[in-house]
């Protein structure tokens, strides 16, 4: 009859559908993909990640999905960071420490994997007012304990699509978890983990609550071994549950004088320095400073002799000289001129403290 369809029209007919409803699959997904704001920096990201595992060493048989790829471009190779114990002065005792509690338990866990007592604590919360070296000793400890190093960025774990943010915060562990041993690093903890409260957006609430769950998820997971460190100035602002989290805890305050001496030391051995430098003098008159201020003091010095290489020079002579021998030492007087200027510029903000250059 001819109102009857054939058996082979019925299945053209089903083809065109499904190659209509594919069409359609891949138009709107290019339509989302458009409307995605954040899709250039996933696949730079992801590109990063790559190269980033490679380098590492990280077997291709591990499966990651998109958001551990994302976390992934956060990866550092330990050989890759330049920070060592040997930059880090006048702290020998929290080195000790954190050799004794993090470094050894992660460089021989295979020795303590009977032990409850002696694995590596899953948090680790470095504290103390800013510039005193919180992110140095992070770095210079994953580096000492060959831990891969994921440089946590805050603003990675938010997305503009619902559910998504979640997602990313549970992919921080999971990743952690395939490549162990590694450290997780938050700076600037409190920012991210702080006190909650009822006027939490719902999507920071639910970071944080993720957050929490999976941490305490590698807490009962004796095999791994992952370390989530934070640096915080503001160790009352973070959540109470995340420092019962984070048993162990150091505090890196502002240095004492022998401390401050032994910074500008550290700072200074590489320079050419004149022989009339008094350190311990520049360190009594730095009550006060942290570890970065005083590497600005030495740093503004250290222009100083700059600025006279250029006045003694005319455009030409100046453009040929590169050979950094043509600088002359650095001097005492280039360090209280510095050490003033630190004073007049800071001291109205109330930074720093008035200080006595006699």
Known sequence: MSGEISKGEVLGLIVRLAALTAMSYYTMKMLIDA????????????????????????????????????????????????????????????????????????QKRK????????????????????????????????????????????????????????????????????????????????SLLRVRDQH??????????????????????????????????????????ILRRMPATFRIGLPTQEQRRSILRTVLHLENVSENVDSLRIAKLTEGFSGSDLRELCRTAAVYRVRDFIETHDEETFQDAQEEESLRAITMDDLLKALAKMKESRVDIGYICPVDLD
């Open 35 to 106: 409307m995605d704001p954040t899709r250039k920096q996933k696949l730079a990201a992801q590109k990063r990640a790559e190269k980033l595992l490679a380098s590492l060493g990280i077997s291709k048989d591990i499966h990651l999905n998109e958001y551990e790829i994302m976390i992934a471009s956060q990866l550092v190779e330990p050989s890759a960071i330049s920070t060592s114990w040997k930059d880090i002065a006048g702290l020998d005792g929290l080195v000790t420490e954190l050799r004794e509690t993090v470094i050894i338990p992660i």
């Open 200 to 241: 939490d957006h719902e999507a920071t609430a639910m970071i944080k609550a993720q957050f929490m769950q999976l941490w305490d998820g590698m807490a009962t997971d004796s095999a791994n071994t992952v370390i989530v460190m934070g640096a915080t100035n503001r160790p009352r602002d973070v959540d109470k549950a």
């Open 111 to 190: 020795l303590f994997a009977k032990s409850g007592l002696m694995s590596a604590p899953k948090g680790v919360l470095l504290h103390g007012p800013p510039g005193c070296g919180k992110t140095m000793v992070a770095k210079a400890t994953a580096k000492e304990a060959g831990a891969r190093f994921i440089n946590l960025d805050i603003s990675t774990l938010t997305d503009k699509w619902y559910g998504e943010s979640q997602k990313i915060a549970g992919a921080v562990f999971t990743l952690a978890a395939k490549i162990q041993p590694c450290i997780i690093f938050i700076d600037e903890i409190d």
